[in-house]
């Protein structure tokens, strides 16, 4: 495994990393997640990626507890949690004052977030999305105070624009402030604006950390959906449609299907392939892994074993395969 700062900080994150998003509390079970992560952990892994909304905060207990059963030192590992969407689990059954980046919200969601993982403290805590309902400004106190008060350690975004994660900068320096280390954006194969164009300038700016999510598109990018529809698979699970409409847009199909046939030409699995070609790109700081079974976290954190394959030829013949690589504004 290799370890990198995230962002200008100086928190050595493992550059592969593990998340629970629709897997904890949802499609597997207690005895998967607690294998899951001692996979995760005997490869080096030393992020867990967590949220109040993953299984309507059922996620954070399961993880708590697995976390709690392994008794690895609490220093040995970075567990995060992600405020906004609430914890309802998507039954729209919240009051206002229980969502959002507001000062009450964000600091109840901590102190639940807390509970549900059996923690003192939360190494990273992300503001899940924007919140236009919200001033920058009292979230930014609001995390900084929380940073005093020894409830987290380090605190970020996710899906914010550049100009968004900037005004939580200027407010920050203004008020003398802890401003956000880290950015959580999804990165993959075939969503590639934000990270490769918009944040461009802040990663050198204010030295922007990245955990990026969805390195495999939800599965598309293992090839797995090219010729059909598998049993089994997260696209299936029920109110899951938007998800599988999103995704298996025919566009992406087609790309991904090229993309495999060069990967058989490499000698290399798709999931591999497209792990480690987001590990290729230096601004992300750890890719965020998902898995629903053991055996596909043992495979995609062998990502490391074919980065040499990844040379600058291939990276352009992908390019030029994708045809989605994002342009700069011409100068
Ligand atoms: P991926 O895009 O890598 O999707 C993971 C899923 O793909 C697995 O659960 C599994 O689903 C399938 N899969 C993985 N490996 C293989 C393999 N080798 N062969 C076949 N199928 C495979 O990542 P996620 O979408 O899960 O995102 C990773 C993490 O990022 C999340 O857990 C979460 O922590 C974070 N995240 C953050 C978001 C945000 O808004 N900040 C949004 C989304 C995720 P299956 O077997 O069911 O098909």
Redesign the pocket.
């Known amino acids: 495994m290799e370890y990198q700062r995230l962002g200008k900080s100086g928190l050595q994150v493992s550059r592969l990393s593990f998340?629970?998003?629709?897997?904890f509390g949802k499609?597997v079970g207690d005895t998967t997640a607690e294998d899951l992560m001692k996979t995760a952990y005997d490869g080096g892994v030393n992020f867990f990626?967590?949220?109040e909304a993953y299984a309507g905060g059922k996620s954070e207990e399961v993880m708590g507890e697995v976390l709690k059963k392994m008794g690895w030192q609490r220093d040995s590992y970075i567990v995060s949690s992600?405020v906004f969407f609430g914890a309802d689990g998507g039954s729209g059954s919240l009051m206002p004052t229980q969502k959002g980046l507001n000062r009450k919200h964000v600091v109840e969601a901590c102190d639940q977030a807390l509970k549900r993982l059996q923690m003192d403290y939360l190494d990273l805590y992300?503001c899940?999305r924007p919140d236009k309902n919200t001033p920058i400004e009292e979230t930014v106190w609001t995390m900084h105070n929380l940073i005093q008060q020894g409830k987290i350690l380090y605190w970020g975004t996710?899906?914010w624009s550049a100009q968004e994660i900037m005004e939580a900068h200027r407010i920050a320096e203004r008020y003398n402030l802890i401003g956000p280390t880290m950015e959580?954006p999804?990165y993959?194969m075939l969503v590639r604006e934000k990270v490769e164009v918009e944040y461009d300038q802040i990663y050198k700016t204010v030295g922007l950390g990245t955990t990026i999510?969805?390195?495999?598109?939800?599965?598309v990018?293992?090839g797995?959906y090219n010729d059909g529809f598998p049993e089994?698979?997260?696209?299936g699970i029920e109110g899951m449609e938007w998800l599988k409409d999103r995704t298996l847009a025919e566009q992406n199909l087609s790309r991904v299907r090229k993309v495999s046939e060069f990967a058989r030409e490499l000698e290399v699995s798709m999931?591999l392939l497209a792990i480690a070609w987001c590990l290729k790109n230096d601004n992300v700081s750890t890719v965020?892994?998902?898995?629903?079974?053991t055996s596909?976290?043992e495979?995609?954190l062998k990502a490391f074993d074919i980065l040499d394959k990844l040379t600058d030829e291939s990276m352009t013949k992908i390019d030029e395969i994708l045809e989605n690589k994002p342009v700069f504004p011409p100068f």
């Open positions: 998340g629970s998003w629709l897997t499609q990626d967590n949220a992600k992300f899940h996710s899906e959580q999804q993959n999510w969805s390195p495999l598109a939800s599965g990018l293992t797995k089994d698979t997260r696209l999931p965020i892994l998902g898995a629903s079974k596909q976290l495979e995609n």
